[in-house]
């Protein structure tokens, strides 16, 4: 099955900025990636999302910090973070909503791909 494999999380004080990565790996095409989180206690929720064309979306509450970014010749999704907050402290997740694996043989579609998950910590 194809990897997504965030990187770019740790800790950062309050203020500062961080760039979250997350690259999938073999030949793909990947419809829609997105950016979720989810703090202890909380449900997931949507960060942002961008299309493969370069459309985004976010979560009305953090538009004004975060950018969402990819390379598709990289098949990697970024997530740039500034002013950093401690309430933005939780754990990362990248997400493709469909994947069109190619590498080799026949080429499949893959639904709904989630990365492991990346912590980002921000302290005061």
């Known amino acids: 099955q194809v990897q997504l494999v965030e990187s770019g999380g740790g800790l950062v004080q309050a203020g500062g900025s961080l760039r979250l990565s997350c690259a999938a790996s073999g030949t793909v095409f990947i419809n829609v990636f997105g950016w979720y989180r989810q703090a202890p206690g909380k449900q997931r929720e949507l960060v942002a999302t961008i299309t493969r064309d370069g459309i985004t979306d976010y979560a009305a509450s953090l538009k004004d910090r975060f950018t969402i970014s990819r390379d598709n010749a990289k098949n990697t999704v970024y997530l740039q973070m500034n002013n950093l907050k401690p309430e933005d402290t939780a754990v990362y997740f990248c997400?493709?909503?469909?994947?069109?694996?190619?590498?080799?043989?026949?080429?499949?579609?893959?639904?709904?791909?989630w990365g492991q998950g990346i912590q980002v910590t921000v302290s005061s």
């Open positions: 997400n493709a909503d469909r994947l069109l694996e190619v590498g080799s043989g026949i080429p499949r579609w893959r639904y709904d791909c």
